[in-house]
């Protein structure tokens, strides 16, 4: 069954998209554990590898149900072709890398994954890639930053962890006029909140590891474009670098999406009720939350996002000792580092997932020492609320 013609909504997508069935009629999706391909003829064999005939060659190429999840992926973000990958930071690297060339420049905004700004500010330059980061929410500083040689702007949009949110068509205006190409890590916003391509992105990167798995059981990435990037940039790298997802994970993450939605739409209703609680508490000094209308950029919000996010980030009153005292007090939510999960779970990101920056560089993007990063689960509201209220009272 292909996708590609219907005019489905997005939920009838997730559970029929791309779906490639097989003689013996499956509802669920097959899970094609092979890494090879048997052709019936030597000439069959010959006419596939000079791309003359259809099929699957090997597995780090391509495999059934790693198609079927690039299939069901484009039908949801309206993308002409996607490539997988075995983990959020292979889609991310791959989409930098096969986007430049030594020479080139490329402009993104600071606040950036530790291991997105790792790629950008220290594995590039080895290559001869420069790069200058700059405020993603000030459209002037990514103006200043252009060189004659820029080819690539890179920005994630709400970012990690201080959830600020990027006008993604005024960089996509900015990058159109001197030819650059956007790569937008759309992860916070899921591919349900926001679609960066219709606001003008060239090249849409996703950790498939968080949401669209979303129940912690597997490493996943995926990049979609258009047909022609993909075939002329990113198709050679892929046969010959080896970033593939497994077919495993790759049938984890099909099933994955048919729950998107749902799970979605819940985790952000919880959130959004989180977050007017903890503004309203004394203990607590900030609450950044897109789906506020106190969020330092809602009017971008309103503009480029359709749903207010599955994460807050909250600054508590006395620093370090405070952050620390309410995460250990917390009982249903767990302390981890991932993010969209079924599990709420939360982090201090000055101590796990930023700590390689500077305290400059932390201070830069607004990550304090009473920083947390929270992401809300699909248990009950009420019994989130319940546990953030009590750890709260503990904690004080
Ligand atoms: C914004 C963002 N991009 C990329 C990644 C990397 O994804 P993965 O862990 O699947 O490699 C993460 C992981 O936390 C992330 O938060």
Redesign the pocket.
């Known amino acids: 069954m292909s996708s590609k013609k219907r005019n489905w909504k997005p939920q009838t997508a997730l559970v029929h998209g791309g779906t490639l069935r097989s003689q013996f009629g499956e509802t669920s999706e097959a899970m094609y554990l092979t890494q090879g391909y048997v052709y019936q003829t030597a000439q069959a064999a010959e006419a596939r590898f000079k791309g003359e005939e259809p099929g699957f060659i090997y597995s780090r190429y391509a495999n059934p149900t790693v198609d079927m999840f690039e299939k069901r992926m484009c039908a949801l973000e309206g993308a002409e072709d996607a490539r997988a990958t075995a ?3 292979a889609a ?1 690297t791959a989409a930098l890398l096969c986007s430049v060339k030594a020479g080139d420049h490329i402009v993104a905004a600071r606040a950036l ?1 530790g ?2 700004r790792w790629v950008v500010e220290t594995l590039a330059p080895r290559y001869g890639i420069e790069a200058t980061l700059v405020d993603g929410t000030d459209i002037a500083s990514w103006e200043k930053a252009v060189k004659p040689n820029t080819k690539l702007f890179f920005l ?1 949009s709400p970012t ?1 962890p201080t959830l600020e949110v990027v006008d993604i068509s005024a960089v996509a205006s900015l990058a159109n006029s001197i030819g650059a190409r956007l790569v937008v ?1 759309n ?2 916003a899921t591919p349900l909140q926001q679609k960066p391509l219709q606001l003008g992105a060239h090249i849409v990167v996703y ?1 498939a ?1 968080k949401h669209i798995d979303g129940q912690g059981r597997c ?1 996943g ?1 995926v990049i979609l474009s258009d047909k022609k990037w993909i075939d002329e940039n990113l198709h050679d790298y892929f046969r010959h670098t080896g970033p593939s997802l497994s077919p495993f994970n790759a049938w984890t993450l099909l099933k994955g999406l048919e729950t998107l939605p749902v799970r979605v739409r819940q985790q952000t209703e919880s959130a959004g009720k989180i977050a007017d609680f903890l503004a309203e508490q004394p203990q607590i000094a900030r609450v950044i939350y897109p789906g506020r209308a106190d969020h330092p950029q809602a009017d971008i919000v309103k503009k480029q996002m359709s749903g207010g996010s599955t994460l807050i980030c909250l600054d508590v009153k006395g620093g370090k000792q405070a952050a620390f005292a309410l995460q250990n007090a917390l009982d249903i939510v767990l302390i981890s580092n991932n ?1 969209g999960d079924a599990k709420s779970l939360i982090t201090h990101p000055a101590t796990t997932t930023h700590k390689n920056l500077s305290d400059e560089a932390r201070a830069e993007l607004g990550i304090g020492p009473g920083t947390l990063r929270l992401s809300v689960g699909l248990e009950d509201t009420d019994d989130l609320l319940e546990d953030v209220a009590q750890a709260l009272k503990a904690a004080k």
């Open positions: 983990s959020g930071m991310v994954f291991s997105c994630e990690n890590d992860v916070f950790s590891t490493l990435g993010l």
